[in-house]
């Protein structure tokens, strides 16, 4: 075999790239007529190094904190005031996280006396000052007169990822409260070792006793706010308590930082796991983060643990997700507590609802609107608590519509189809099929609560409870709710917050048939529970009815928007919920100074009376009626 290479000619080719050392090499050594000459070292690999590529991170440090004496030591008042200034020492930005405690100060004694707020986004070398509260402490009033030492942390949770998150720490910072600002006449009961109690508004309480099949949960943070399996919680909280009512206000019991007793005769609970519950979970409202940290510590005493805690600035409480082992089951869990503490807010965890089923003009002119009033609700603030909104859509694009999900990460919303048909009856635009919403120029705060899961669309109390206490730090004047299930007792003192606040609920009375138990939110007392009739004033074949039905409104085959079309004819007392929304919103135009209780006795009397004489189970107060709607200035209350 001749190549018609020499071995000098292979080498240099090989040299040059055009055939690989190995090849140059093999020919080398059997070229034809050649002496064999020494193997050549194998050509040199050139490899260009990678390039380092350096991902901007953040790095949050404390530059300074300071602390100081708030308000005097009574419950829901901030006994101390921590300003703390926060740099982003970092080459990239940090990420806003005002959902958790981001910047947390706690004492240093290690009795759980500790708070928490969010912190905004910080560019690289930004600063940012924020002020932490720390309230009350309920649980050990004697604890706070005296000297003290706050630790102040940032980021403690990892909740965004840091260059270095081992400058995470400052202080602590001293502060020495005199006892003149905490009175303490009697120094609280020492309990004898092992006996765990909850201590609420000075009611007696009698221990817990360990539940069968419970298991022990993993260990977890210092206040008992964790277990140490769970993610995406944290360890303190912010929220202000809103002012207290007075006391002549009825309804103004809850806001105090304290519950009073729960409602009695409540319904038993759910007998096993079933589809109208989140399976292996409790909700506990607590008035303020003393009595909830009490809380997390004797659900440990019952193998039970906290799942998720949230304090509910707008609404004034905490809220406790608890977490319940299979072999307790929720039920037994929540008998349990409620028999042996009787001053506990305690429910499961409800799914909840869209009361719904799958002429243009007709709902208008059975409320006495005749024309469009397209300054109707200006200045007004109304809460939607539904799906989530299509806001380009044709009747709504252009609208004053801010909407927000409480949906966790990575759960699938459901079709927004509910959400933006409601959102267009409240404020839609004038279309040229001759559609109007009901009050076009109010502003919609739309809070998207419902998930998909499989064919069916719902939500849960502690979802809907969230989506109130934005609203309630949005401050609306009225909240729309075409959603019920069955009676909840964290539900039940969220409504009652936003009505102390002097919030209207107006809520759907329930599709389930006439002989179907109450629908709640709607039964609830002060909330206004809205049943639906067609044209003809016959009532919607599946409405719910009872004594608690307070008016009638246009519901069965109504016009309205949905996402992908023009619209469609749609049918449930959802969709005459927002009928009674704007009436409240005409009435408060003619009488700004009336006040809801007022506006409510001015709609019953000018209703259209249906079925029997007076209110009835069927109809309520009759069907409402508008007769106008002029340009209002609500402004901020």
Sequence with gaps: MNTGLGAASIHRAARAGRWSAALATTLCLFAPGRALAAPLAPAPTLIKPAPIVTVPKPDLIIQSATISLGGACRTGTAVLNVSVTVKNAGTGPSPARTDVGMVAAADTHGNGWANGVGLPALDAGASATVTIPIYYFGANPGHMPGAHGFQITVNKGNWIAEANSANNNYGPVSVSIPPSLCPVSVAPPTLPPGLPVLTRSGLPERVVPSLPGATPVEPGAADGSLTGTETGSYDYYSGTPPPATPASQSFGTLLTGQLPPPPQNLPPPPPKEDKSIEAGELVVVSGNMAEAQTLANQLKSLGLGVKRRSVMSGLG??????????????????????????????????????????????????????????????????????????????????????????????????????????????????????????????????????????????????????????????????????????????????????????????????????????????????????????????????????????????????????????????????????????????????????????????????????????????????????????RTSMGGR
């Design 317 to 630: 409480f905490v809220v406790t997700v608890v977490r319940v082992p299979a072999a307790v089951g929720t039920g037994n869990a929540l008998t349990t507590l409620r028999q042996t503490q009787p001053n506990l807010w305690a429910d499961v965890n409800h799914r909840l609802e869209l009361q719904a089923d799958d002429s243009v003009h007709y709902g208008r002119r059975l409320i006495g609107l005749t024309r469009p009033e397209p300054f109707c609700g200006g200045g007004v603030r109304i809460g939607l608590v539904d799906t989530a909104v299509d806001a380009n859509h044709p009747a709504l694009r252009g609208r004053q519509i801010e909407s927000r999900s409480f949906l966790s990460a990575g759960v699938p919303p459901a079709d927004p189809d509910h959400g933006t048909a409601t959102a267009a009856l409240l404020v839609g635009n004038s279309l040229p099929s001759g559609f109007s919403g009901l009050a076009p120029a109010a502003r919609l705060y739309s809070a998207n609560v419902f998930r998909k899961r499989g064919n069916q669309a719902d939500t849960t109390v502690e979802a809907v409870v969230q989506a109130f206490d934005w609203l309630a730090g949005q401050n609306v004047h009225i909240v729309n709710l075409s959603l019920g299930g069955p009676r909840n007792l964290l539900l039940e003192a969220a409504v009652e917050r936003l009505l102390a606040r002097g919030i209207a609920v107006v809520a759907a009375a329930g599709n389930r048939g006439p002989s179907a138990p109450p629908m709640y939110p709607a039964a609830q007392p002060g909330v206004i529970a809205v049943t639906a009739v067609d044209a003809e004033l016959k009532p919607y074949k599946l409405a719910n009815r009872g004594d608690y039905i307070s008016f009638a409104a246009p519901g069965v085959d109504v016009w309205t928007a949905l996402p992908g079309k023009d619209g469609a004819y749609v049918s449930g007392t959802s969709y005459a919920t927002p009928f009674v929304t704007a009436a409240l919103v005409a009435a408060y135009a003619l009488d700004p100074k009336g006040g809801w209780a007022g506006i409510q006795k001015k709609m019953q009397a000018q209703a259209r009376d249906l079925g029997d004489q007076g209110k009835d189970p069927v109809y309520g107060f009759g069907l409402i009626q508008i007769g106008g709607c002029g």
